[in-house]
């Protein structure tokens, strides 16, 4: 029986052929296009087509290496379960669908690919099987599937074009405005609004499943898809703009007021797709590329680094239960800290090659203030809650319980699987960078526009390590406060909309509206205005009892306001 790391062993080396081959290809400019044949149904060219060039052959030699890196790492991470051979192979079989889905061009092929990433996905998600898990597992597998019908509707509507291979013999006036549905099938699989719930629930995965699909495979099949089909949708890609800052933003402040370790990594892997599909609305496609490959490094290493700490804490995931971690777990903790500070941008980390030229290139364009605002606020985001978690997990007392032994010795082989990802998390970026890059980018911006992404680290870096929401919460305790904070902790809401509010029910043949009525209108209509009424009305007597001063003061306000304004 093969054991993980004999996979280790293979994955290594495949990662090593395709990044020289990748090399090669990119210096020569050349790219190999396989096609086979196999019958022409009804005037359609059924085939399987392969396209081999440096984009294909280098994001690959990234994923085989992330693989056997955890390969290495679930070793000893898995070793007390009993159904470890099981966790193997359905990890290489989620390996061998993302080789189909990248070196693929045929929408079939690509289906193929696609949906066996999202059945094996889900197989590793409920692999716990617990009440959480399938619940996260379902939410997984039904918001995904809207994705797959996207791509199948795709299929049929380019049937009567004659082939299914759309970059050979497709041009982008015959598709017309079916490439939206390219546009839908990649928003499912990164997790944009407002199917973003999907991601911090399938934590309920092994920590080996989530540095894996969450780096480099799954979560980045939509851009990726976006990447390869980019002429075919670019109405629907510039409209991507908002809803992808819009992501960015929920994800970086949402991140700001967890507590759940893994959740936190979760929700900076949301912030940062948002910034891709942002870099691709915006035409950046070599940028958008060279962010994914280095976000896929150094977040790999982040979960590698929470999960041995969630394993040396006997499977806590409150980060409120940490603290003075450094003192016992030193080199996980400098592994975690360098992938966290590649996070935030901080140079010469591979995160700021990427993110430094995402934040200049932007600048050079001209669009809203309200784009330009938010998207400067998503940065702070990034670093706010970055800096937040090392304040908790290194920096604060030890708040473990005293009969928990924290000890890094028993971790040693988790160690020396991070610690090969720790090289490339510090050197890659200036590498790629080299290598992608042609020809190097100098760009001149005003003062202000240059120095305007510094001056956000240093914002986000304060109030992530002085402004935590638990520090100043009773100073700010109002009724307002509170219904923002859990808004913005629970991810606008869309975790409701997509599991509690079960818009459509399948019920004898009819379609029936169903969690509406007794649901959100329930609660934002008849029933909370009768509270706010209420509110008001006790309010008002209290103002009546007595309380002169108060209603003095009240209309002296009004007045003033009355004679502002008329």
């Not at 670093?383 to 319980?401: D, I, K, Q, T």
């Not at 699987?417 to 510090?426: G, N, R, T, W, Y």
Request: aromatic share 18%; with cysteine; hydrophobic share 55%.
């Amino acid at each position: 029986m093969l054991t993980s790391k004999t996979f280790s062993l293979y994955f290594l080396a495949v990662s090593l052929i395709f990044y020289l081959f990748g090399a090669y290809f990119i210096i020569l400019d050349k790219s190999f296009y396989v096609e086979l044949n196999f019958l022409y149904f009804n005037s359609v060219n059924l085939c399987f087509v392969m396209l081999f060039d440096w984009v294909s052959l280098t994001f690959m030699s990234f994923v085989f290496f992330i693989s056997s890196v955890i390969m290495e790492y679930t070793t000893e991470y898995m070793s007390s379960e009993e159904t470890i051979s099981r966790f193997i192979y359905l990890m290489v079989m989620f390996v061998f669908s993302m080789f189909f889905m990248v070196f693929s061009l045929n929408l079939v092929s690509i289906l193929l690919g696609w949906d066996g990433l999202g059945l094996v996905s889900y197989a590793l998600v409920v692999y716990y099987q617990n009440v959480k898990s399938f619940n996260a597992g379902m939410l997984t597998a039904l918001l995904n599937r809207l994705g797959d019908a996207a791509l199948l509707i795709l299929i049929g509507s380019t049937m009567d074009l004659g082939s299914w291979s759309l970059i050979k013999y497709v041009s982008v006036f015959d598709l017309g405005s079916a490439g939206l549905f390219i546009v839908v099938a990649a928003i499912t699989k990164s997790a944009q609004i407002p199917f973003s719930s999907w991601l911090p629930a399938a934590m309920a995965a092994p920590t080996p499943v989530s540095s894996l699909v969450h780096s480099s495979t799954l979560v980045t099949a939509g851009v990726y898809l976006l990447l390869r089909f980019s002429q075919f949708s670019q109405f629907a890609m510039a409209q991507l703009s908002l809803l992808a800052l819009a992501t960015s933003l929920m994800a970086g402040l949402g991140a700001s007021w967890e507590y759940d370790l893994k959740k936190i990594v979760a929700l900076s892997t949301l912030s940062q797709l948002g910034f891709m599909i942002f870099l691709l609305s915006l035409g950046s496609f070599s940028l958008a590329f060279f962010h994914l490959l280095m976000h896929a490094l150094f977040k790999a290493l982040l979960f590698m680094c929470a999960g041995a700490i969630i394993h040396s804490l006997n499977g806590s995931q409150d980060i409120r239960l940490m603290g003075g971690i450094s003192q016992k777990m030193t080199l996980t903790s400098t592994c975690f800290i360098i992938s966290s500070v590649a996070l935030m941008g901080i140079p010469f980390l591979s995160g700021f090659y990427s993110k430094d030229l995402m934040a200049e290139a932007f600048s050079m364009g001209i669009y809203s203030l309200f784009e330009y605002s938010m998207f400067y606020l998503s940065i702070g985001a990034t670093v706010a809650y970055s800096a937040r978690l090392l304040l908790y997990l290194f920096w604060e007392f030890p708040r473990m319980p005293s009969l928990l032994s924290v000890d890094e010795d028993s971790s040693k082989g988790m160690f020396l699987s991070m610690i090969k990802l720790v090289f490339l998390v510090i050197f890659m970026g200036s590498v790629f960078s080299w290598l992608v890059l042609s020809t190097p980018y100098f760009i001149f911006l005003p003062s202000l526009m240059k120095l305007a992404t510094i001056f956000m680290i240093m914002i986000g870096s304060v109030l992530g390590l002085e402004a935590n929401v638990e520090k100043f919460y009773f100073f700010l305790k109002s009724i307002l406060f509170v219904k923002t904070s859990s808004f913005i902790s629970g991810m606008w809401n869309l975790p409701i909309l997509s599991v509690s509010l079960n818009f459509f029910t399948l019920t004898t043949g009819k379609i029936m509206w169903k969690s509406l009525d007794h649901g959100w209108m329930e609660f934002y209509g008849s029933k909370n205005l009768f509270y706010l009424m209420l509110k008001l009305i006790f309010f008002n007597h209290n103002l009546l009892l007595g309380k002169l001063s108060a209603c003095f003061v009240t209309l002296v306000f009004v007045s003033i306001y009355f004679f502002m304004w008329f």
